[in-house]
């Protein structure tokens, strides 16, 4: 069965930093993209990045441009984790992160909340 | 970036009666491969989003087969058969085609 489960969400201030992690299991994890998405409470779903796998473009990244230069993803296969760095967070960032499994999203975690304010 | 419009944004619906949402692209979704990356998801209150469709037309695991995908280039349809209880929520469509991926803004379907 395949479980995502991201941590790391909490209250940070504006300018603060944070790091999302999702523990992948049930899957071979190394082939496979992973996708971080979020929203924004009561609102809809917004792609932040993504990051390719063995099977789908190796190891390439892909950005919004709203967190470009400011957020990054990363990935540890001996660990089958998935990681969102995130710098310089603004308000505008608050929402719930979720990793889901594949460019396409088949499977997602649960979602961990991030609140920027002072 | 592609732009996903989706209509209705709401869409009362009566128990065993059909239901359609409509999504519509601002670039043809048809990628080099022949294949369309555009996927239907849906999320109830207080979880977390589901797929239920993935390349136009293709059900995913578990999904019941009152729910079904079609379209072509830049106009999308999912379609609910027969509408259930546990189909309530937010329907989304997105696409994987192009970079950045692009979600609709949704469609609430409650029942009437």
């Known amino acids: 069965e395949v479980q995502l489960l991201e941590s790391g969400g909490g209250l940070v201030q504006p300018g603060g930093s944070l790091r999302l992690s999702c523990a992948a299991s049930?899957?071979?994890?190394?082939?496979?993209?992973m996708t971080w998405v979020r929203q924004t409470p009561g609102k809809g779903l917004e792609w932040v990045s993504s990051i390719g796998g063995s099977g789908d473009s190796g190891d390439r990244t892909f950005y919004a441009d709203s967190v470009k230069g400011r957020f990054t993803i990363s990935r540890d296969n001996s660990k089958n984790t998935l990681y969102l760095q995130m710098n310089s967070l603004r308000a505008e960032d608050t929402a719930v992160y979720y990793c889901?499994?594949?460019?396409?999203?088949?499977?997602w975690g649960q979602g961990t909340l991030v609140t920027v304010s002072s | 970036d592609v732009v996903m419009t989706q209509s209705p944004l709401s869409l009362p619906v009566i128990l065993g009666q059909p239901a359609s949402i409509s999504c519509r692209s601002s670039?043809?979704?048809?990628?080099?491969?022949?294949?369309?990356?555009l996927n239907w998801f849906h999320q109830r209150p207080g979880q977390s989003p589901r797929r239920l469709i993935y390349r136009l037309s293709n059900r995913d695991s578990g999904v019941p087969d009152r729910f079904s995908g079609s379209g072509s280039g830049t106009d999308f349809t999912l379609k609910i058969s027969r509408v259930e209880a546990e189909d309530v929520g937010v329907y989304y469509c997105?696409?994987?085609?192009?970079?950045?991926?692009?979600f609709g803004g949704g469609t609430k379907v409650e029942i009437k």
């Open positions: 997105m696409q994987g085609t192009h970079w950045p991926l692009t």
């Open positions: 889901a499994k594949g460019r396409g999203g088949d499977h």
């Open positions: 670039q043809s979704l048809v990628y080099s491969d022949g294949n369309t990356y």
């Open positions: 049930g899957f071979l994890f190394s082939f496979y993209a």
